[in-house]
């Protein structure tokens, strides 16, 4: 997920006018190493998904959704049902990719193993949230700055035990 330095989550409905380059290829290497990506509807009608060279699993209760991946799959369940069907249905590392809405009963129930966060220095921009109030359930593990912009900050949150 990247957000903004005032908790926004999107710029003009896109989550790329938060996104730096550093932050673009960090989370190209996430993806490259999944098996699987898993995301919430509005993810997929707001983010580009034409080109995604792995499965793609896109929850929603509308499917009509637009260039997507010609192998997408349509789950028409809630978010922690699916996680827990592409778990059975699939092997390997799963990428979740989305917003709060969809994010926030997987993070309830501490069912992401790492969640990945980049803090960008742009604000200004729509979907506000709390990142304290999103990640209660976790624990800050590394906080790494980017060299080019000292005011991006990349976090990795893990499960509270």
Known sequence: MVIGSDGSTTIAGHSA????????KRFHQLRENSQVILIGGNTARNEP?????????V????????????????????????????????????LIEGGPSFLKPLLS?????NFYVTVSKVSGGEGQIDLQELTQNYEL??????DEDPAEKFLLFKPKK
Do not use: C, H, M, W
């Open 59 to 94: 929850v929603t209760k509308l499917p009509e959704i637009e260039n997507l991946a010609p192998n997408t799959i349509f789950l028409n369940l809630d978010p922690v049902e699916a996680l827990t069907k592409v778990k059975e249905d699939f092997s390997g590392q799963i």
């Open 49 to 57: 998904y034409s080109k995604t060279p792995k499965q793609l699993i």
């Open 109 to 113: 129930n501490q069912l992401i193993e």
């Open 141 to 146: 593990v590394q906080s790494l700055d980017n």
């Open 17 to 24: 006018g938060l996104s730096s380059q550093i932050d673009r």
